[in-house]
Structures are given as C-alpha cells and as structure tokens.
C-alpha cells in the first residue's frame, strides 16, 4: 500500500473513532434529558461508526498496511435541544462524506484502484447517513419541541437497531 494512502486511511479511522464517540456523547445527552429513544437512536448510530472505523482497520491490514492509531478528540457534551444534536449530526456527516470524497480523489490520483473500489461502499454509505440525519432535523423541525410531538418521535427512535451488513457488501 502506498505510503501516502495508508496516511490518509487511517487519518480516517481516527475520524470514524471519532464519529463513535460524537455520537455517544449525544445519546448520553439524550439519556441525561429523559429522550430514551433518541438515545437508542444515537447508541445504534455510534456502533455504525465503530463498524465503519474497523472496515477501515481491516482493510490498511489486509493490505499489508500498518495501523496507526492517534489520540481521539473529546467530543462536545451539550446541546440545547434535540433539533440542535440532529443539525449537528448532520453537519458532521457532511464533514465525513467530504472525508471519503478526498479518499477517492487521492485513491485515483494514486491509481489505487483496490482502495477506489472499497471506498466506493462509503461514498454510497454516506448518502444514507445524510439522508437519515436529514430526516429527522425536518421531523424535529416540525415537531418544534412539541411535547406530544416529541414523545411520539422519541419512541419512534427508539426502535433503531443496527445489524452490521454482511461481508460480502
């Protein structure tokens, strides 16, 4: 594997890691604010983004790569709002997709083909995070802090599950 890309990937793992703990951070707040469904939701997403860091991980291994593993920034604890996680869930999925974006165009500028096409499962990956993140800052948006509103929404988060998708994806 190429000097360079190895720097990059596992640059993006610690991104990943990062997401994890983000997004437990989040659930931890919903947790603390009685949105147990929300927490739910935030958990689930988090066990995403460490079955993301470790796709990355095996991959720099299975290429004959070394693993680097750095420090992993404090994420943020508070919020004011549900609608205020949910934008800034978002926010950073755009920030991620950008991430993978800069894998492609490094990985065709390498002319690593192999990676270009493993990458190609997060490019597509990150369409649905986006989406789903979308989803719910216009449900929110509706919502407006609403109680019955909320309480309704908060259940329906909480029936998120995750189910790591089979290996042949």
């Given at each position: 594997m190429l000097e360079k890309m190895?720097?990059?990937l596992n640059k993006q793992v610690n991104e990943e890691l990062f997401s994890y703990y983000l997004y437990q951070s989040m659930s931890a707040w919903f947790e603390e604010k009685g949105l147990k469904g929300f927490a739910v939701w935030m958990a689930n997403q988090a066990k995403e983004e460490m079955f993301h860091a470790m796709r990355f991980y095996d991959y720099i291994h299975g290429?004959?790569?070394?693993v680097e593993l750095e420090a992993i920034a404090k994420p943020k604890?508070?919020?004011?709002?549900a609608l205020n996680i949910f934008e800034e869930a978002l926010a950073h999925e755009q920030h991620i997709t950008a991430c993978i974006n800069?894998?492609?165009?490094?990985?065709?500028s390498k002319k690593d083909y192999a990676t270009e096409a493993v990458l190609q499962w997060f490019v597509t990956e990150?369409?649905?995070e986006e989406s789903n993140a979308t989803e719910w800052v216009d449900k929110l948006?509706?919502?407006?802090d609403a109680p019955g509103?909320?309480?309704m929404l908060d259940r329906e988060a909480g029936q998120r599950t995750f189910a790591p998708p089979a290996a042949a994806e």
């Open positions: 190895e720097a990059a290429r004959g790569g070394k604890k508070n919020w004011t709002s800069d894998l492609v165009t490094l990985s065709r990150q369409v649905e948006t509706m919502a407006k509103a909320m309480f």
